[in-house]
């Protein structure tokens, strides 16, 4: 039971640099989010997805698009990556939203740009 | 806008205190509040969810209170381990802001044997 899936784990990207993490779950989610988890900041939103072919901006999506193009894979994208996006990202993803969703974490991929 | 406040960012305690951990949001309007564990350099693991009709949820050592009306809610550990050593993250699904989850900072707690 694999639950939510995310790579690469580690990555070291230079300055306008690209690359894509890939979120996968395999829990026949319809719901999937990506966040950024910084010191003294928390988690914070960048995109979420309410199911296949849907996508939407959080709170922090600026330098970030998203790609939901099947079901059970998110994918979070770096077009020039910048140092401010030096950050622990992690996936997400729930059956359903309201009083009785329970959130699925992947373990993180962290990310540092230089 | 919905804010998630966790007091205190950081708590040490001595092996088998019983402890409160506490989160304040600022709009009562929630589907349902999580309390989330974090280790060091790992992912987050969902300890208990309270709907928004609930009151309480109990798991084990852990026992976690909402009121919503005054905006808070509290994680209640007994009988501390060393084991119990991590960052207690506290979040928010908003009514009416959708699907996300709103996280507080969190708070990282030292147990001492």
């Known amino acids: 039971n694999a639950g939510v899936t995310q790579t690469p784990k580690f990555r070291v990207l230079k300055t306008g640099q690209s690359m894509t993490l890939l979120c996968a779950q395999d829990?026949?989610?319809?719901?999937m989010y990506w966040y950024r988890q910084d010191p003294g900041m928390g988690l914070r939103l960048i995109h979420y997805s309410v199911g296949e072919g849907t996508t939407a901006k959080g709170e922090v999506p600026d330098g970030y698009n998203v790609s939901r193009l099947k079901k059970q894979n998110f994918l979070l994208g770096l077009e020039s990556a910048a140092p401010s996006q030096t950050s622990v990202y992690f996936c997400?993803?729930?059956?359903?939203?309201?009083?009785?969703?329970?959130?699925?974490f992947g373990e993180g991929s962290w990310l540092t740009v230089v | 806008k919905q804010e998630v406040t966790q007091i205190p960012a950081a708590l040490s305690v001595p092996e088998g205190e019983n402890l409160v951990l506490n989160c304040s949001f600022t709009d009562s309007a929630i589907y349902n509040l999580q309390w989330f564990r974090q280790d060091p350099g790992k992912g987050l693991t969902s300890l208990l969810l309270i709907q928004s009709s609930q009151r309480e949820q109990t798991s084990g050592r852990l026992n976690a209170s909402l009121d919503k009306s005054s905006g808070r809610s509290t994680l209640y550990i007994a009988a501390s381990q060393p084991g119990d050593s991590a960052t207690y993250l506290c979040a928010v699904i908003h009514a009416q802001a959708g699907t996300a989850l709103i996280f507080g900072k969190g708070t990282t707690l030292s147990v001492s044997s």
């Open positions: 829990m026949n989610h319809e719901y």
């Open positions: 997400a993803s729930s059956y359903i939203t309201g009083p009785g969703n329970t959130i699925y």
